[in-house]
């Protein structure tokens, strides 16, 4: 069975999730990425893409993802009708990839960015939640990707809310401090999770 030995690490947009994700890996946990499988997979669909979004999302056998952005997060039917193609091709490959890591019986991270909008496709007992306020993701977005206020807001929002999924997590990352303190709070949960599958196995 996939995911047995997999903890869910996932957020909101603009919350850190990547620093966390680094730091874990430097840990020697393996961290499947469901954006990069993502990405991949989003390229050699690119003939649907097109079909479906028009031909100007597409430059070169690659998806311009900016532009296909631009549509999918100011139209949510257009959302739709993406993950509708996308979610279970990216599911199929995190499974085989979990199936693989399971063999180890070692813990390890699935990033799953939109784990909770998801519907729970994922059966993950323990989830990791990378937090910080609505406020600083704001500032965060506009300063990372050069965009407005609007801009910004229209992505956050498109998720469900940082509070909510804060309520959900198994364990919890509060990413409104330094690098130093996310360290150290990041060091606390490695440690936790080990103790934790260690009392199983």
Do not use: W
């Not at 519907?119 to 609505?134: A, D, N, Q, S």
């Not at 965060?140 to 929002?157: F, G, W």
């Not at 509070?163 to 440690?191: F, P, W």
């Amino acid at each position: 069975m996939a995911f047995e030995y997999a903890v869910v690490l996932t957020g909101s947009i603009a919350t850190g999730k990547s620093s966390v994700a680094k730091f874990f890996r430097k840990e020697g946990f393996v961290v499947i990425d469901a954006d990069q499988i993502a990405h991949t997979i989003l390229n050699q669909e690119h003939k649907a893409i097109a079909k479906m979004f028009g031909d100007a999302v597409v430059k070169e056998e690659c998806v311009d993802r900016k532009a296909l952005g631009a549509i999918v997060f100011s139209q949510s039917e257009k959302r739709k009708a993406l993950e509708a193609l996308l979610h279970p091709l990216i599911y199929e490959e995190i499974c085989r990839q979990a199936e693989e890591q399971d063999k180890l019986q070692k813990p390890y991270l699935v990033d799953i960015p939109l784990f909770f909008e998801s519907g729970k496709r994922y059966h993950i007992e323990r989830v990791l939640v990378v937090y910080t306020t609505l406020q600083e993701q704001l500032k965060r977005l506009m300063l990372r990707d050069s965009s407005t206020k609007e801009e910004a807001q229209k992505r956050i929002y498109s998720q469900i809310s940082i509070e909510k999924k804060r309520e959900m997590a198994h364990y919890l990352i509060d990413n409104r401090g330094t690098l130093s303190q996310l360290k150290h709070v990041c060091e606390k949960i490695k440690e936790q999770i080990v103790g934790e599958f260690n009392d199983r196995n």
